[in-house]
């Protein structure tokens, strides 16, 4: 039978656990996983580092997603200052699924779910994510996931040997869920 690929049904943000620092180390090493929009040219660091980090340690965080009980990929999010005060704080957030995993409702739950965690958890008014323009798939599953397209940043990031243009999408406390 041919089609769509099976939606997932269980997607739950948990704590990184030892146990998941190789699977997510091979596929950070691994060039051909995490797509062209990953090809930052830097070598790949070992997850064991963030084990012994606290949660929102230097206004950084990483948990790991799991679909169906199994290890999926994983989300993290950074503090970033519009202004001195912090009020004016917002997260951003990133994903990265395995391969396996794509295309099937995770990454918008995923990222419903952690921008619900962090307004549920801090006081931030703004949760905001970039992507590639040419990332249809994460432009398609954040605005799933309720973020609205708030415009294009020119030249924001170098990867593979150019300058290429981020779509800015953000979420708000206000905005109806
Ligand atoms: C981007 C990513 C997190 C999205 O998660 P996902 O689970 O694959 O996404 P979902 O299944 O929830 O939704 C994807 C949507 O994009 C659509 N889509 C996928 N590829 C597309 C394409 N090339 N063009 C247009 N739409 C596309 C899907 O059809 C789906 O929309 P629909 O439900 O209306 O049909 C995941 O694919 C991934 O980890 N990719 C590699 C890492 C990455 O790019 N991370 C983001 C970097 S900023």
Redesign the pocket.
Known sequence: MTGRPVAVSAVRLRALAPADVATLDAWSADPGH??E??DFGMPARSHAALLARAELEGGYGFLVVEVDGQLA?SVSWQSVAYGPNPESRAWNI????DLA???????????RLLADMLFATTDAGRVE????VE???????LE?AGFTREGVLRSAQWRGGAWHDLVSYARLRTDPR
């Not at 990133?94 to 699924?97: E, K, S, T, W």
């Not at 995993?101 to 990222?111: E, I, L, M, N």
């Not at 994510?129 to 590639?132: G, R, Y």
Request: net charge positive; charged share 20%; proline share 0%.
């Open positions: 995490f797509t929009f990953a990929g990133g994903i990265g699924l995993f794509r295309g099937r409702g995770a990454g918008t739950r995923a990222q994510a970039s992507t590639d990332n249809l798939a994460e432009q398609r599953a799933k």
